[in-house]
């Protein structure tokens, strides 16, 4: 019954091929970033492709311990919990710290426990336009420790850094990345002799078909080369790219408006199932019903696809289709793996969609959520 996420495990394991291969060919490890992708499903499928998982704090980090064992177990926040700590740096094996602030009140409690230990910086670097939410460089930013900060750090919490962490880019080719590079070895580079290895962080989009896979590469193997450094990615985006549908029905098509676009409702909400429709914002590939090509003039049926929340704003995004729509109807949006069933919500009392996994042509139930899980999180 829809709404559903049916996710493809054999796109996951494309894509992990990919990655796979820019770990061979240069050496480096790559993390899953679980916040974009906790489906534990195909945790052993990602184990066998990649180095291990990085969590935001002690939930996720617990869920790769328990999912991906052996695996390498990274967590940065932007500020640890006392109470979670002890049991932080017993289940992960790296740390990354936000702030000096940090680093001094932790880092020697992670040194001690074998852990080893990152600070992130800021390089003061925007590569991005546009998406002012996902800049860590803009000004005012609380994320990572820019070189000002960083040049007036006692020197015994220094010399607890086994590595430096950035991470700046969102949904961005290796150009942006190179550019970043730079500014890091700008600022930071009289420090990165001392360090064992440099995590790049997430937003690199290595699976997108027009990514540029050789320049990435090479700015591997430059930081490798030039400064003995170890080199870490941890995209989230890059591993379940275009691996999820989210499958909804069509439950009313209102008359045209002067516009000549009909409201359409669903069964799905932006608001609850796909927040980052709204927050990004961006408009969801289409995948079934057909649409019409993008030609100046061309006819066509259009139509407003909103859910049935109490949101005005709840709006998914407009299409032009080549045959009407109807009662019934199942609509089909692609590219639903990444930050959806991540960020799913009940407002409204909205059902959370089930979830199916794909392997090869058989779609499996995985989960199902029903009234019991809405009433558990009101
Ligand atoms: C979000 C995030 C990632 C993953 O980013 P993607 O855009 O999904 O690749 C990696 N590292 C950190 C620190 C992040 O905040």
Not at 262 to 267: F, H, T
Not at 320 to 331: I, Q, R
Not at 344 to 371: C, Q
């Amino acid at each position: 019954m829809t709404p559903y996420f049916l996710i493809d495990a054999d796109k996951i394991e494309q894509n992990l091929k990919v990655l796979h291969g820019v770990m061979e060919r240069t050496g480096c490890s790559i993390l899953l970033a679980q916040k974009c992708f906790s489906c534990y499903a195909l945790y052993p499928l990602i184990g066998r492709y990649l180095s291990g998982a990085t969590a935001s704090g002690l939930y996720e980090a617990r869920l790769c311990h328990e999912e991906m064992p052996g695996k390498q177990n990274h967590v940065f926040a932007p500020a640890f919990r006392v109470e979670d700590f002890t049991e932080l740096i017993q289940i992960c094996d790296h740390i990354v710290f936000n702030s000096p602030r940090q680093l001094h009140l932790y880092g020697r409690r992670a040194k001690d426990a074998g852990l080893q230990v990152g600070l992130r910086i800021n390089p003061e670097c925007s590569t991005q336009e546009g998406h002012a939410i996902y800049d860590p460089c803009a000004p005012g930013s609380r994320l990572g420790t820019t070189i000002k900060a960083f040049d007036s750090m006692p020197h015994e919490d220094f010399d607890l850094l086994d590595g430096l962490h950035f991470h700046t880019l969102c949904e961005q080719n290796s150009d942006d990345l190179e550019t970043t590079l730079d500014a890091v070895e700008e600022h930071f580079g009289k420090y990165l002799p001392r360090m064992k290895w440099i995590n790049f962080g997430g937003g690199h989009h290595i699976t997108r078909v027009d990514y540029d896979i050789p320049r990435l590469e090479r700015c591997i193997c430059r930081m490798q080369q030039r400064y003995g450094l170890h080199v870490y990615l941890e995209p989230g985006e890059a591993v379940a790219l275009n691996a999820g549908e989210l499958h909804a029905s069509v439950m009313e098509v209102q008359p045209a408006g002067e516009d000549g676009m009909s409201n359409v409702i669903l069964d799905t909400s932006a608001a609850c199932h796909m927040p980052d429709v709204i927050e990004m914002p961006y408009t969801p590939p289409l995948l079934v019903p057909e649409q019409m090509d993008e030609v100046p003039g061309a006819s066509g049926y259009k139509y407003r696809f909103g859910g049935p929340t109490c949101l005005s704003g709840d709006v998914i995004g407009s299409y032009t289709l080549k045959s009407p729509l109807h009662e019934g109807d199942e609509v089909v949006f692609g590219d639903m793996a990444i930050y959806s069933m991540v960020k799913t919500n009940t407002f409204n009392g909205m059902p959370l969609p089930d979830i199916y996994i794909r392997n090869k042509s058989e779609a499996v139930l995985w989960k199902h959520f029903d009234y019991a899980t809405f009433k558990n999180r009101v």
